[in-house]
């Protein structure tokens, strides 16, 4: 009997060991999610620098894994090559972007319009988003899905909003629009002017909050005006 009560003694023992040594290594497994996390980090932020700073054809995964402070081989076991890195980059960038809201409500569309144009206008000529939309429209070619993808999220989706809501408030406001869509990149393109150009040329720096209310409450009165007007001209075929 006493043997039998041993045996199972040391056989509790054992499972217990056990139980604690697995409970050991899920809590490592657990503490090197925070340190995957904070590497896969590193090397997004090294890598979206460098793309900005070097461009992407003279970027090496060498260079990425070297500025963000990882082995070539930590690297490389998240992305096996530089494609899928700038990918990861973008994703990212794309998750990271946030654009305006346009309120359909009973505020005068002259002063919806105006808000959101400002704010839209200066997401847009931020430094880091000039020189993102530069690297991917010269890189258009190389990596054609990214620049779809690229222009869906951004631009297009910003006509698709500004259109919608033109279409929402046309009968309240009198307006008489060749079309949604070609209204909407009419407006947008006169919010903007050519201060992306500017600074893509790096012949100007971002424009003041002043200068871009200015321009947009402007443009959106004066569009506006031009599509309350009587006989206003139809939409090119």
């Known amino acids: 009997m006493d ?20 409970l050991a290594i899920e809590h490592a497994r657990r503490r090197g999610r925070p340190r995957d996390f904070l590497k896969r980090k590193a090397i997004l932020d090294a890598a979206g620098a460098l793309f900005l700073d070097r461009g992407i054809p003279t ?5 990425v894994a070297e500025r963000a402070g990882v082995s070539k081989m930590t690297l490389y076991s998240h992305f096996p090559d530089k494609s899928a890195l700038l990918t990861a980059v973008f994703e990212r960038t794309l998750k990271e972007t946030v654009l ?3 309120a359909e409500d009973e505020v005068p569309a002259a002063e919806r319009l105006s808000e959101f144009g400002e704010r839209l206008v200066g997401y847009l000529t931020q430094p880091e988003i ?14 054609p899905e990214l620049a779809a993808a690229f222009y869906a999220a951004g631009p ?16 309240r406001e ?14 947008v393109a006169a919010w903007l002017g050519v201060d992306q150009l500017r600074e893509s040329l790096g012949v100007s720096g971002p424009p003041s909050a002043e200068t871009i209310s200015r321009r947009v409450r402007f443009a959106t009165q004066a569009l506006l005006r031009g ?3 009587e006989g206003a001209p139809a939409a090119p075929s």
């Not at 041993?6 to 499972?15: F, K, L, P, Q, R």
């Not at 970027?59 to 260079?63: C, F, G, I, K, V």
């Not at 009198?174 to 407006?187: C, F, N, V, Y």
């Open 3 to 22: 043997d039998i009560v041993h045996e199972y003694n040391i056989c509790t023992t054992v499972s217990m060991k056990c139980g604690d040594h697995n």
């Open 59 to 63: 970027t090496s995964m060498e260079a």
């Open 100 to 102: 305006p809201e346009l």
């Open 130 to 143: 000039v020189r993102t939309a530069s690297m991917m429209a010269a890189n258009a070619a190389e990596f």
């Open 156 to 171: 297009a989706a910003v006509l698709a909003r500004v259109a919608h809501y033109l279409e929402a408030v046309e009968k």
């Open 174 to 187: 009198g307006l008489h629009l060749p079309a949604p869509a070609l209204a909407a990149e009419q407006l």
């Open 227 to 229: 599509w309350k007007a």
